[in-house]
């Protein structure tokens, strides 16, 4: 089985940097996923990590290291339109992904 | 090139009906997965599908749903006797040939079960 956990609401300032921690178990790894989803609408990419280390990009980055079953996505210059739930989602020996209850980012001016 | 088409957006139904929801996947893409998200809560895998086959479904209810993804056509995800239970959001993502790559996810339908 796998099991995910991540922080169910994290408050942060516009203009600051915050990180959202994952870390999870899973049957199996192929990678893991981050997307943002906002109230009512439908997931959306945000990046992908199959090896150890940081991809970046643009405002957003993930690190994963494998050995630790740990993943964090790390946003910057933090916006308004940034408050959403951020979803982190290992992809393991099964094709489907699972999805942890995701994290509740809220954005104050 | 459009992205996932699901239709839909919003379906109302009374107990006992039927719901048929219809996912078009990316231009390119054979691969198409249905989550469903409860109100307040994450996403859950319910089914995937490649044309005309049904690989994994362990995460579809045993009864009154069923999946197809014809050789032409959308997906189609239909639930038989609605009951308030089946209110939620249904996702569908879709996954180039490969089956390696990034799934990106549809609009949802939004089924309403008076």
């Known amino acids: 089985g796998q099991n995910i956990d991540q922080p169910t609401e994290m408050t942060a300032t516009e203009g600051a940097i915050v990180q959202i921690n994952c870390t999870y178990q899973?049957?199996?790894?192929?990678?893991l996923f981050w997307y943002q989803q906002h109230a009512g609408e439908a997931p959306t990419f945000l990046s992908y990590?199959?090896?150890?280390g940081l991809e970046e990009k643009g405002r957003f980055s993930s690190f994963l290291s494998r050995s630790k079953g740990y993943s964090y996505l790390l946003l910057k210059e933090l916006q308004m339109k940034d408050s959403a739930s951020y979803l982190c989602?290992?992809?393991?020996?099964?094709?489907?992904?699972?999805f942890g209850s995701g994290t509740q980012l809220t954005v104050l001016p | 090139n459009a992205g996932v088409m699901q239709n839909p957006r919003h379906l109302v139904r009374r107990r006992g009906q039927e719901a048929r929801l219809r996912c078009s996947p990316m231009?390119?893409?054979?691969?198409v997965y249905w989550y469903r998200q409860l109100p307040e809560e994450g996403l859950k895998f319910m089914v995937y599908?490649?044309?005309?086959?049904?690989?994994?479904e362990s995460g579809m209810p045993k009864e009154r749903f069923s999946a197809e993804f014809p050789k032409e056509g959308p997906s189609i995800l239909r639930i038989q006797q609605v009951v308030r239970g089946d209110s939620a959001a249904y996702f569908c993502?879709?996954?180039?040939?490969?089956?390696?790559?990034?799934?990106?996810f549809g609009p949802g339908t939004r089924l309403t079960v008076l």
């Open positions: 989602a290992p992809w393991g020996s099964a094709r489907q992904l699972t």
């Open positions: 899973t049957s199996g790894f192929n990678g």
């Open positions: 990590n199959v090896l150890d």
């Open positions: 231009k390119g893409h054979s691969h």
């Open positions: 599908l490649q044309k005309e086959n049904i690989i994994d």
């Open positions: 993502a879709s996954q180039n040939d490969g089956g390696t790559d990034t799934q990106y």
